[in-house]
Structures are given as structure tokens and as C-alpha cells.
């Protein structure tokens, strides 16, 4: 036995395995043991070469040694063994002699694991030949034996030769259309072409490898099970493939008008062309296409209901007779958001109606009509030949979504294992500045009444940081980085000081020396975040705080006056010293636009006879909403902002707040910093909750590159800048309006959300945001396309009146721009955005003039921009007639 464990350590796998032949199957078991230590063993030395090397004898070794089939999967299959396993033919070499139905169990165990537990194919594959049980069609077999497939090499034929010779060829073909998210796979292996899967699988097919009418059958059945977009794409490509004989897409008419109806847009495409061949054929009854052309105008892809519009004019071309059936389904589209289609299908009624000789049809329409826009409402009526639809004032009732309201913090957790978890829940993923407030003052409680609780119950969650390995050094990460660019750097610091990692002098040269400016905008914002961490980290070594004065009552950041006065009296009972950051940090959170619980607060702070009570009264009865002195520019496409300073901020504060109060330029913003993380942009804003202005300005920069520089993921923090406190000013609306013109949609989501939240607390100034938005669209920082795509959102929110206000003031900047160089070229999605503005005033009865929409109207033409400009007019001109 010591010659073989000699041999697992020296990782010497032939030796091994000859001497595994020599032993019995007692031996075997009674060295099993051994092999258990050896694994746990290895599992707890460095990654190095000497452990790489034991680590395939060791894996052939415990599968000899183990006679279960259970024990012998979990052994194959686990996490630790997974990156260096012996080859698949030494392990059937080992289990080669084993009994048929145990070789069966061992297989079907491995291929019921998850593909991620990277079993070889090759070895289930070879269980199955020496047992000859039926092949597992479980995901991790298929996608093992696809690879497989594919990965053979070209010595060894082409995929549809290699498929042939594949004995269990129909059973795994038939799980390769049940098994999910295989899309991707398949179009990914042996690429394009006749060699492709694709061609293999139609090439078999066409030969009788397969059974055709079952391969068509599954192909199908798979597109109208749905799945991923892969699985689609993959799946239609290979109905395409297999290209259909007329007879066969006629057997399966009721699968077309499913898929048409209920499909992806690329499946209901093929679908809608295949039943468009069909209906045009006379094979289609009239029925059958009117349910069909009812489902497919409910949808909202234009492409595909043009297209089911124009088969509807095709077919009742040649069959006039079909009117009184198609009609009422072509109006289905007077519904469809985009007045253009709405258009197309009353041109379609218009040219046809005189051939549907019905009252019942006349009724059907003129009940559709109603979803129609305004104009075409009333040229409907005409048509129709009824009163127009819809008589009187348009009766608009603006729909905002409520104003968000702030949540009160809980306590902090009490008990030391409940902090330990939000702790590493804070860590792991992350969380609002709710969550990490409550942490915060959670640690500082228990590290001064229950530290050795505290620190028995953080023991797993440290033991899992980057800085708890005694190798690591984390004392002099930290006294070289005295930034903490995000929360879990903050907490990882806590941490670190409490199981004393961190030294007492570099957390006492950072609270004197303060964390290194890097003269990007957001230094002053992380230079006080950061303070306040250092000093309760050098409180907890060296004085521990019963409780911090500046944990928030709301989840917004705001502190009720009242409650921080009752902390100072609690301070002072107990005869403790209060931390000069904390402090800080709790003033600047102080309420102080409710004038009169101030007065009241102030009173009681003045009356405790501290220093910090009367600092306090002193804060609460001054007014604090003043903003400092601003100044906008423009900096190429950009639209900027800059701040005067603020004195306020820079009197009676620790150095490391009173840049706060310093002037802000955009060539400070335009700066490098390492303030990537999105998770801190909350903190920013709850450590001035009632001066988002400042904030704002100096986020500005780099909520610019949404829309400039097609960033992602900046805009995330509008929402929670809209629902802060204090004057929304210009920087507020510029954020929002580079937000609204952002690259990506999450980005331009974000926008509407604070958008609409504005519009909800009565504090969007629509003008200035319109006029921001026309400006940054001239500039071409905002393009039309994007504006357009997120009015739209805003408006379908039910806040028309809203979004016609903003874009009455952005219009004018753009057709104006058009009119001044002579009516060139229109800005790509200018049409979209008049068509969002026609329909705003539409529903919600805006009546005026717009200036420069006249000209553009009164041109001549039919494009999209004349049409929407002439539409917008004619809503505006209408006023709130119908």
C-alpha cells in the first residue's frame, strides 16, 4: 500500500494502475481510506506543480478503490478533482471488469449530472458500449456526444459520415430537439455550410438516415415550445435547411398560424411567409386568414404587420368577395401604437370597403375606428360615412406613478450572527445605502458592548475576504489606498481593524492625513465618505463609539433633527467623546428644510450644554437651501455646469468635508478616477440629501458619456437623484437629459424613471429640461432616435401632458437647426420624435403653435418627417375638437 500512495504522490499513473491490478478488491477498499487523506490533503496545499501532478493518480486510484457506483460518480464528478482528471480510457481500463448492471448504473449516474460537472463523454460513452444498456439522453450526454461529433477531426469524415455510423443515432437526435439552450451549440459546431450540422442533419434526412416526417415533426414542435433566442435562430435555420415540400408546410397549416401568432419575430416571419404562399394559392379559407391576420396585427412589430397588410390588399385583389371576413380583421391594426400603421389599414378599408356591401361590417369598423389617432378618427368617419367618432373635448387625465416615499431604517440588527449575515450578504452582492447604514452602526454597537460575539460570529465571513490568508498583507494595501471607492472596500476595512489586521498608525494617518485627492469631480464627494470610515475604524481600536451620530432615520440619507439631538443628549449622559467626522456627516444629513421642526430641535441642542449641541442649534437655524453660484459652457458635445463655491460647507467642518463647499469645473470631471464602482453613487447622494444639486454637478461628466461616449450602467443612479432632496436645478436636468438620450435602453429606463419621478413631486421644470434636451440634440451629444425611444416609454406611462410639455420646448431647436441650413437632411429619428409629440398632443388636448412646425409641414412630399410634422400640426391646430 505504501508503494501505491508512494506512486498517487508522485503522480506516477501507469505505476499506479499496474499496481491497482496486482491488488484484490478487500485491498482495494481497505486503501480507500487513505486515498480520502491523501484528497483532503491536497485540497488545503497551494495549486502548485507537486499537487497538479498527484492529482490524476489520485483520481484514477479512488475510482478503483470505491465499489459503489454512487460513491464512484461522486467521485469523478467532484469540484475538486474536476481540472485534472485521469483519460477516460484508463478509467474504462479500471472499471472494465466490473458487472454489466453496475456499468450501467455508473453511466446513467454520470450523464443525470450537470454539463458544469464536465464529465467526458468519451467515458460515459464507453460505459454505455461495455454494458449495452440504452443510451442516456440527458443534457450533459447530448451536449457531450454534439461535441464529441463535431470535434472528431476531418481524418475521421465528414459530420453527416460520422453521425452515420453512429449506433444510437434517432434516440439522440430526438433528445438533441428536447434538450435546452442547445441552440448555440449547434450553430457553433463544425460551422457553416453542407459540413455543418445543419447540412449533416438535411443530408440524413433526404438519405433515410433519418425519418424525415420526424425530424420536420420535432424541428417544429421545438419552435412552438420557445426557449432561448439561440434555440430559435438554431432551430427555424434548420426547418429552413431541410426546405419543405409544399405538401408538407400544407400539412401543418395549424403550426403556422400558431407560430405566427405567438413566435419570435424571425419564426413568426418564416411562418407568415409560408401561410402568404398558402393564402395566395387559394389553400387558406377566409376564416383561417382573418384569425391569422387578427392575431398578427395585435402584434407590435411593424415589419411584420405591413406585411400581413399587404397580403390582406393581395388576396382581396383577387377575391373581392372576401371583404365582409377580411375587413374587420384589418382593422384590428387601427389599435397598433404607430400611426402609420394605423394609416396603411384605413387606406386598406378605404380601398375596399365599397365591396363589403354590410351593416354588420359598417358597425365592426366603425367600432375599431375609435383606436384610431384624432385626424385619421375623423377621416374614418367620413369614409365610414358616420358622425365622426369620439365628438367633443379630448377629456385627458394625466397619469404619474406616485411620489416614491423614503423608508424608515430599521434598527441595527442585535444580535451578532443576524449582523454577521447582512454583513456578508453586503459583501457578496451588495446593497442600498439603507442596508449598508444599518451594518454600519450595527458593527460600531456590537464592537463596543459585544465585541467577542461579534468577532466569533464575522469569523466565516472573514475567513472568506481577499485580506484574511496570513500570506496577505492587507495593513499595507491600506495604508497605500486610503481611498474606499465602494462599500465593501469600507466594510472589508471594519473588518480587517476588528480581527486586527490593520495597524493602529495607518488608521491614525488616515484620519490626519486624510485619503490622497486625485482631482477628479468626485473626490470631495469620496473624501468625505471615506473619512467618516477611517475615524470609526480608529474609534473601534482605539475608543469605541456606543452608536454613530450620523446613521439616517430615512432610507434617502435624511437624519430627523429631533433624533440626532437625542443621540447628542445620550453622548453626553454617558460621557462620550464624539467622533468629529460622524459628527460632520450627521449635519450635513440633518433635516433642515422643515423650518419649523428645526426651530424646535435647535432649541433643545442649544439647551444641552455641549459643544456639539450648540453647533448643531447653530446648523438648524440657518436656512442651508441657498445654491452656489453656477455657470454653464459648452465642452464640445457637451453641455456643462460649473459651480461657485459654497461657504457654508467650508466653515467650522473637518478638512476632509470642506471641499465639498469648493468650486467644481468640468476639467476637473473630465479627469481619470477610479470611482468606477456604481455601488457608491447612492452614497454620494445620502451624504448630502438635501443638496442634490451638488451632487448632481458633479456626476454630470460622466453621466454625459451615456450619451456621448455610449457608456452603460451610469444612468442607474438617476432614479435615486430624482427621488433626493433639495432644488433640482440645471445640473439635476442635464443629468436626466443626457440620461433620456442614453446608448443603451436600461440607461434611457433609468432616465423616465426620475423623469416621471420629477413630474411627480412637482419638481420637473419641463421647459428647462426641453430646452437642455434641444440644445444636446443640436450639439448631437443627444440624438432624436434615442430622445424619441424614451418619450415614447414616458408617455405609455400614461404622462402625455408631461412629455408634450418637455418636447414643446426641445422641437423648436431641432426643426429650427433644419430650417436654418436650408431644409437638408432631417436628423435620423426627428420623424420618430414629432410622432411622439403628435401622439402626446393628441391624447392629452394640446393645442398652440410650435415654432418652425409650420414650414416643415407645408413642404412637399410624403416622408415620414413631413407626415409626423403635419400630423403634430394638425393635433395642435385642432386644439380639443375631435
Not at 454512487?70 to 467532484?78: E, H, L, P
Not at 451536449?143 to 444510437?168: D, F, N, Q, Y
Not at 456643462?640 to 467650508?650: I, M, N, Q
Amino acid at each position: 500500500m505504501s508503494a501505491l500512495l508512494e506512486a498517487v504522490r508522485a503522480g506516477r499513473t501507469p505505476e499506479v494502475v499496474g499496481l491497482l491490478d496486482e491488488m484484490t478488491d478487500a485491498e482495494r477498499r481497505a486503501l480507500f481510506p487513505e486515498l480520502k487523506a491523501l484528497r483532503k490533503e491536497l485540497r488545503k496545499a497551494p495549486w502548485n506543480a507537486a499537487s497538479r501532478r498527484a492529482y490524476p493518480a489520485l483520481y484514477a486510484a479512488g475510482v478503483a478503490c470505491q465499489t459503489g457506483a454512487a460513491a464512484v460518480a461522486g467521485w469523478i464528478t467532484a469540484a475538486d478533482m474536476r481540472w485534472s482528471q485521469a483519460a477516460p480510457a484508463l478509467l474504462l481500463h479500471i472499471l472494465g471488469d466490473r458487472d454489466r448492471a453496475w456499468l450501467a448504473d455508473l453511466a446513467h449516474r454520470l450523464a443525470q449530472r450537470p454539463d458544469s460537472s464536465m464529465v467526458p463523454y468519451e467515458l460515459m460513452a464507453g460505459l454505455v458500449r461495455l454494458s449495452g444498456c440504452p443510451v442516456p439522453t440527458t443534457e450533459a450526454y447530448v451536449r457531450g456526444w454534439m461535441a464529441h461529433i463535431a470535434g472528431t477531426g476531418k481524418s475521421h469524415g465528414t459530420v453527416a459520415g460520422r453521425l452515420r455510423r453512429e449506433p444510437h443515432l434517432p434516440e439522440l437526435v430526438a433528445a438533441m430537439f428536447e434538450t435546452d439552450d442547445i441552440g448555440g451549440l449547434l450553430e457553433w459546431l463544425a460551422g457553416e455550410g453542407p459540413h455543418s450540422w445543419f447540412g449533416a442533419l438535411s443530408e440524413l434526412t433526404a438519405s433515410g438516415g433519418l425519418d424525415r416526417k420526424v425530424v420536420v415533426e420535432a424541428c417544429v414542435a421545438r419552435l412552438l415550445r420557445g426557449g432561448s433566442a439561440a434555440d430559435h435562430r438554431a432551430f427555424l435555420k434548420l426547418l429552413r435547411t431541410l426546405e419543405l415540400t409544399d405538401e408538407e408546410e400544407r400539412e401543418r397549416t395549424a403550426d403556422w398560424l400558431a407560430l405566427a401568432s405567438d413566435a419570435v419575430s424571425p419564426v413568426a416571419a418564416h411562418a407568415q411567409s409560408v401561410l402568404a404562399s398558402r393564402a395566395l394559392e387559394g389553400e387558406l379559407t377566409r376564416h383561417q386568414l382573418a384569425d391569422m391576420s387578427a392575431a398578427v396585427l395585435f402584434r407590435t412589430e411593424k415589419k411584420l404587420v405591413r406585411a400581413q397588410l399587404v397580403l390582406l390588399g393581395k388576396v382581396l385583389a383577387k377575391d373581392p368577395s372576401a371583404a365582409a371576413e377580411l375587413l374587420p380583421a384589418a382593422a384590428e391594426a387601427f389599435g397598433h401604437p404607430d400611426p402609420e400603421v394605423q394609416e396603411r389599414a384605413l387606406k386598406l378599408v378605404e380601398r375596399h370597403l365599397p365591396k363589403a356591401d354590410s351593416a354588420d361590417v359598417q358597425t365592426q369598423l366603425a367600432l375599431a375606428a375609435q383606436q384610431l389617432i384624432p385626424t385619421l378618427r375623423v377621416r374614418a368617419a367620413r369614409v365610414l360615412g358616420i358622425d365622426p367618432v369620439g365628438p367633443g373635448p379630448v377629456v385627458h387625465e394625466e397619469v404619474l406613478p406616485p411620489a416614491p416615499r423614503p423608508l424608515r431604517l430599521e434598527p441595527a440588527p442585535r444580535s451578532a450572527a443576524e449582523l454577521a449575515e447582512e454583513v456578508s450578504a453586503l459583501l457578496s452582492a451588495g446593497t442600498d445605502v439603507a442596508g449598508f447604514e444599518r451594518a454600519l452602526d450595527g458593527l460600531v454597537r456590537h464592537a463596543h458592548d459585544r465585541r467577542d460575539g461579534l468577532l466569533e460570529a464575522l469569523a466565516p465571513v472573514a475567513g472568506r475576504r481577499w485580506w484574511h490568508p496570513e500570506d496577505v498583507r492587507p495593513d499595507t494595501y491600506f495604508a497605500r489606498t486610503r481611498s474606499l471607492p465602494d462599500p465593501a472596500q469600507a466594510v472589508d476595512l471594519l473588518l480587517a481593524t476588528l480581527l486586527g489586521r490593520v495597524g493602529t498608525g495607518t488608521l491614525l494617518a488616515a484620519v490626519q492625513q486624510g485619503a490622497t485627492a486625485d482631482g477628479c469631480a468626485h473626490s470631495a464627494l469620496c473624501r468625505a465618505f471615506g473619512a467618516r470610515l477611517w475615524e470609526v475604524a480608529y474609534r473601534i481600536r482605539t475608543e469605541p463609539l456606543p452608536f454613530l451620530l450620523s446613521t439616517p432615520t430615512w432610507s434617502t440619507g435624511l437624519l430627523e433633527p429631533e433624533e440626532l439631538v437625542d443621540r447628542l443628549d445620550a453622548y453626553r449622559r454617558i460621557g462620550a467623546r464624539p467622533a468629529a467626522a460622524d459628527f460632520a456627516q450627521a449635519l450635513l444629513r440633518v433635516r433642515r428644510s422643515d423650518r419649523a421642526a428645526a426651530a424646535t430641535a435647535a432649541g433643545r441642542a442649544a439647551a444641552l450644554g455641549t459643544a456639539e449641541g450648540e453647533r448643531l442649534a447653530r446648523w438648524l437655524a440657518s436656512d442651508g437651501s441657498a445654491l452656489p453660484e453656477s455657470r454653464r459652457h459648452v465642452a464640445g458635445p457637451r453641455l456643462l455646469v460649473d459651480a461657485g463655491e459654497l461657504p457654508e460647507l467650508r466653515e467650522d467642518f473637518p478638512a476632509e468635508f470642506r471641499p465639498l463647499g469648493r468650486p467644481t469645473s468640468a476639467v476637473a470631471a473630465a479627469r481619470y478616477c477610479h470611482h468606477w464602482n456604481d455601488g457608491i453613487r447612492p452614497h454620494w447622494l445620502a451624504l448630502l440629501p438635501e443638496r442634490r444639486e451638488l451632487v448632481a454637478g458633479r456626476m454630470l461628466w460622466e453621466l454625459s458619456g451615456v450619451a456621448v461616449e455610449d457608456t452603460r450602467g451610469v444612468a442607474a443612479v438617476l432614479p435615486r437623484l430624482a427621488e433626493s432632496g433639495g432644488e433640482a436645478g440645471e445640473s439635476v436636468h442635464l443629468c436626466v437629459a443626457y440620461g433620456l438620450g442614453a446608448r443603451h435602453p436600461e440607461d434611457r429606463l433609468a432616465a423616465v424613471d426620475a423623469l416621471l419621478t420629477l413630474a411627480a413631486r412637482g419638481q420637473l421644470d419641463a421647459a428647462r429640461l426641453g430646452a437642455d434636451l434641444g440644445q444636446l440634440a443640436g450639439h448631437g451629444a443627444v440624438k432624436p432616435l434615442r430622445l424619441a425611444d424614451a418619450a415614447r416609454t414616458a408617455a405609455a406611462t400614461g404622462a402625455n401632458a408631461t412629455v408634450w410639455e418637455v418636447l414643446r420646448h426641445t422641437l423648436p431647436a431641432l426643426l429650427g437647426d433644419r430650417a436654418a441650413d436650408g431644409a437638408g437632411p432631417a436628423p435620423r429619428g426627428l420623424a420618430d420624435l414629432l410622432g411622439v409629440a403628435a401622439e402626446c398632443a393628441e391624447r392629452s388636448g394640446a393645442r398652440g403653435q410650435l415654432p418652425h412646425l409650420e414650414r416643415t409641414a407645408r413642404r412637399s412630399g410624403s416622408s415620414r418627417l413631413v407626415a409626423q410634422a403635419r400630423r403634430l400640426h394638425s393635433a395642435l391646430a385642432a386644439g380639443n375638437a375631435a
